[in-house]
């Protein structure tokens, strides 16, 4: 799997207390940030499938 570095802007604040959180969960800020966004890919890849099947349904 090849991998993208990306730039991110947050404030200090939230980065100060996700590096809390990460340390926490004993991961990095930029695993902790992956990790997330894959749930989000996830959940969106489920809801497609299932609106598609769903759409299928109504037009037979």
Do not use: F, P
């Not at 890849?45 to 299928?56: C, H, L, V, W």
Request: with cysteine.
């Amino acid at each position: 799997m090849d991998y993208q570095n990306i730039t991110l802007s947050i404030t200090k604040e939230i980065l100060k207390k996700i590096k809390h959180i990460a340390i926490e969960r004993n991961t990095s800020v930029s695993g902790l940030l992956a990790s997330h966004l894959e749930q989000i890919v996830a959940r969106e890849d489920k809801y497609k499938t299932a609106r598609s099947r769903q759409d299928n349904l109504c037009i037979k």
